[in-house]
């Protein structure tokens, strides 16, 4: 049955409004009216109490929730509870992120992720591989042994027909930019990330077709006053994206303003980089055969590196207005908006319009989700 949302402040493309109505009908958004127009008196209504309706959280960088890691059981019912996890904090979609590991594991989580399609899991938009082709000086907190340059039966693997967003977070000084190539005409995303290369190495590999950075600033070579590095060149290019973990932990706040200001509009995405404490009353975890703690919001080995976050995207944009000083709207773009545009889903998802996914989230004044809808489903 249709319904209308009502009595809400909605985030649309054009800005705050507080006196239309969003139509639902099925998966899709059929309109925004007046409050007042007969259409919207004659389906079900849905008062939401005056919160804040936005267009649903994507997150490209989801490692694990709810108590598990896609790495140590990559399967469809670990995409079903790690999405059911982060709906909690208003995503209602995500890259399920598998970090470096063995090829047989690879194969699994492709395979788990396209299944998870097929089924319509909710939330699951595709995969995110971040590895294993990194470099072993930027390694952070993956294992370097699983490190090597994609083979030919890798390319075939990761090239072939698939479902949904499939990214690729590689090290440009370890891939060779005719693999880069093929990876990229096949219509894969490509990220670089944790390497080790110069300006020139990464300006080649931007060239080439990257896309985006993964985790700006992090796992990266930095922006210095003769070897622009990574950074130097992700801050100059005027096309690529870059994802930010906004936790106060993985980089100061003064240099993510820095570098939001350096981009254009739209090129920032908010990701969370979540590990399986997010949504869990389990604050611990195993990676790599170590177990890690969740303490103060901040997740690392006993050595102080950094295994991820416990950050979920409501605090991310929570943390973009306080932190960085953005206004609401534009950190709930870089929430929604920007992510769907960098997926190629900006003519479907990240908006309230006619047409669009009904993927919305509800939230009060207090950054806590009132409400969710996946498709037009509501909880």
């Keep these: 049955m249709p319904i209308a949302l009502t009595n809400a402040r909605i985030l649309t493309p054009d800005g705050w409004r507080h006196d239309l109505a969003v139509l639902l009908d099925g998966a899709r ?3 925004l009216l007046p409050t007042a127009d007969p259409r919207v008196r004659s389906v079900q209504p849905h008062d939401l109490g005056g919160a804040r309706l936005l267009p649903g959280f994507i997150d490209v960088q989801v490692n694990g929730g709810g ?59 595709g995969i995110h591989l971040e590895g294993p082709y990194l470099a072993p000086a930027r390694k952070g907190v993956h294992d370097a042994k699983y490190f090597h340059a994609p083979g030919r039966d890798e390319l075939t693997l990761l090239c072939a027909p698939h479902r949904g967003a499939r990214l690729v977070t590689l090290a440009p000084d370890q891939v ?160 929604s908006t920007y992510p769907a545009e960098f997926l190629g889903l900006g003519e479907s998802h990240g908006r309230i319009a006619p047409g669009y996914q009904a993927d919305l989230v509800a939230l009060d004044d207090e950054y806590r989700v009132q409400r969710s809808w996946i498709g037009g489903v509501g909880e």
Excluded at 94 to 115: G, H, K, W
Excluded at 213 to 223: D, Q, W
Excluded at 302 to 318: E, F, I, K
Excluded at 319 to 325: D, E, F, R, S, T
């Design 29 to 31: 958004i059929v309109d």
């Design 176 to 335: 060779p930019l005719a693999d880069i190539g093929a990876l990229v005409a096949a219509g894969l995303i490509v990220c670089a990330g944790h390497t080790a290369a110069d300006y020139a190495t990464t300006r080649a590999a931007l060239d080439a077709g990257v896309r985006g950075f993964t985790h700006l600033f992090n796992a990266m070579t930095p922006f210095g006053s003769r070897e622009p590095g990574v950074v130097g060149a992700a801050l100059e290019d005027a096309t690529s994206w870059c994802g930010l973990i906004v936790d106060g932990h993985h980089v100061h706040p003064a240099s993510l303003r820095v570098a939001i200001a350096a981009k254009p509009r739209g090129k920032m995405l908010l990701v969370t980089d979540a590990m399986p404490p997010v949504g869990s009353d389990d604050p611990g975890y195993v990676l790599n055969g170590e177990t890690i703690i969740a303490k103060d919001g901040i997740c690392q080995t006993a050595q102080g590196v950094l295994a991820g976050s416990a950050l979920d995207m409501t605090m991310a944009v929570r943390n973009a207005v306080q932190l960085l000083g953005l206004p609401l709207d534009e950190a709930v773009r870089m929430a």
């Design 67 to 125: 108590g598990v890691l896609f790495n140590e059981a990559p399967t469809v019912e670990t995409l079903r509870r790690i999405g059911a996890a982060h709906r909690r904090f208003g995503t209602t979609g995500f890259l399920p992120t598998l970090i470096s590991d063995r090829v047989e594991v690879m194969r699994a989580a492709l395979a788990a992720v396209d299944q998870a399609l097929v089924e319509g899991v909710p939330g699951v938009l």
